[in-house]
């Protein structure tokens, strides 16, 4: 760094601060991604940079970085029931759920 101060860009912006905000915000977004109970919604990473001169003299400018997520939110769960009449009395018994066989699981083996 000069005397005079860095020059202003994304990667000197608060010390290398914003980087760091998106960076980190992505690895949420992958993390988000990975959970199997998440939408597949897109997730959003937003930057934001205000940048204000301080007076009418225009010399200064104050700035302030912000970094918004927009992640998917909770898959919702979801189940059935059969609905019953049981000793004159209705009665819904929940469904167990039905696992399905892994791909090729039908396909007979070449190898003995």
């Known amino acids: 760094m000069s005397e005079k101060g860095e020059v202003l860009?994304?990667?000197?912006l608060?010390?290398?601060?914003?980087?760091e905000l998106v960076d980190n915000a992505i690895k949420d977004a992958?993390?988000?991604?990975?959970?199997?109970?998440?939408?597949?919604?897109?997730r959003k990473v937003i930057l934001e940079i205000v940048l204000k001169p301080l007076d009418e003299n225009r010399g200064v400018i104050v700035h302030s970085v912000k970094?918004?997520?927009?992640?998917?939110?909770q898959a919702t769960l979801r189940g059935s029931?059969?609905?019953?009449v049981e000793n004159g009395k209705l009665v819904a018994r929940?469904?167990?759920k039905?696992?399905?066989g892994l791909p090729g699981s039908n396909v007979t083996s070449l190898v003995k």
């Open 94 to 96: 929940i469904r167990p």
């Open 14 to 19: 608060e010390g290398g601060g914003a980087v």
């Open 81 to 84: 029931s059969n609905l019953n």
């Open 67 to 73: 970094c918004n997520k927009k992640f998917a939110g």
């Open 98 to 100: 039905v696992q399905l």
């Open 9 to 12: 860009s994304l990667e000197t």
């Open 30 to 42: 992958l993390e988000n991604i990975h959970d199997i109970n998440t939408t597949l919604d897109a």
